[in-house]
């Protein structure tokens, strides 16, 4: 029979995605585990591979097409069978209009029913291991078992036996929040010409976000200013070494570097508030996602365990994810689990700015760009005024979760790491 392959659930609160590429045909020969769909989710383009070994019958996409969680892509038979009807889903939704009723988003807790995606070495280890790849979590993009992933099902001991799930409704059943009706615009073209663009990918993921946040967060801001002349000569010394490596000595690696010292420091900053039980989750590990600007628009590669890195393996590890998030190369899951924001302006000329918190988190580091300013410094002699290069910094705060005096010593903290890099940040081994 006829079998339909549905956009799995791609976690994280994700419903939809952008169609970039379809890599297989009509009539084509597919083995379990090929890629047969390139999709955008948000700020990840992520390959979807096939969960069956057969013959694509139908291909109900096509690029630029918008799917969501549930909706039937393609329709595939196994050799030598003949195709059986395959209900027809609801019309891929286009770049310029949404339909959330397009597809079922519903899918029933405990084990997963039919073929898990998994590459054929995962699954010749979970023989090994005696794992059934049903019961193994998926931390991979679009629901793929990884290999790790079976390691640590096995490593806890799990059994394969099937969880008995707490019956919940469907989605279609359960009650949901209307969308606000979005604002009426005028005809724009009564004045002059105009040009019509679709929103879409990581333009619309960033519009989702920041209106979470700028929702549900009360935003406060500090800002100081740091003086980096010393760290510039620092990072000037050392920087031909760092490249040999493959790394860029940048500020921004001195930056995760100093704010993870400060967050062991200021431990609430590392935090989320969990409004539905009354608590704040202060997370014990330092993963910070760094504000990368690509042509498609701002995303937020995460740095995990910064504060069990050098500054040399954080310049040769940041360097590596720019450069595969400019390229669009970069997994959904290395966009998740941050604790903590930094965003440099300063490489763009920006100077003072106030950014907006990445949600759930409760704090964002803000940097501008270093400029020689007069400043009065302290000499054997007495005072003095030198120029300096001064980098202002903004810690914008969730005021629910932190006051301005958590601010404010984040900020005394990492200046006083940023202004010291000898003493402070050790060395570059």
Known sequence: ?????????????????????????????????????????????????????????????????TVRVGQVLMTFSESGEKPEPVPAPAPAVS????APEAADVSQAPGPRQGPVPASPATRRLARELGVDLTQVPPSGAAGLVTADDVRAFAAAGETVKTPVAEPTAPAAERPARPPAPPADLPDFSKWGAVERVPFRSIRRATARQMSLAWAQIPHVNSQDYVDVTRLEAFRRKH???????????????????????????????????????????????????????????????????????????????????????HARKIALEEFQGGTFTITNAGALGGWVFAPIINHPQVAILGLGQGRLRPAVIKRESGLAIAARLVMPTVLCIDHRVLDGADAVNFLKLFKQIMEDPDELLMSIA
């Open 239 to 325: 920087k031909q070494d760092v490249e040999a490596l493959g790394g860029r000595l940048t500020v921004t690696v001195f930056a995760l570097k100093a704010a993870a010292t400060a967050l062991k420091a200021h431990p609430r900053i590392n935090a989320s508030l969990d409004t539905a039980a009354g608590e704040i989750v202060l997370k014990k590990y330092y993963h910070i996602g760094v504000a990368v600007n690509t042509e498609e628009g701002l995303v937020v590669p995460v740095v995990r365990d910064v504060d069990n890195k050098s500054i040399k393996e954080l310049a040769v590890e940041l360097h590596t994810l720019v450069q595969r998030a």
């Open 1 to 65: 029979m006829a079998k339909a392959f549905k956009l799995p659930d791609l976690g994280e609160g994700i419903h939809e995605g952008e169609v970039l590429a379809v890599r297989v045909s009509v009539g084509q020969a597919v083995r379990e585990g090929d890629i047969i769909l390139e999709v955008e989710t948000d700020k990840a383009a992520v390959e979807i591979p096939s969960p069956y070994t057969g013959t694509v019958l139908e291909i109900r996409v096509k690029p630029g097409d």
């Open 95 to 98: 770049r310029e209009a949404s």
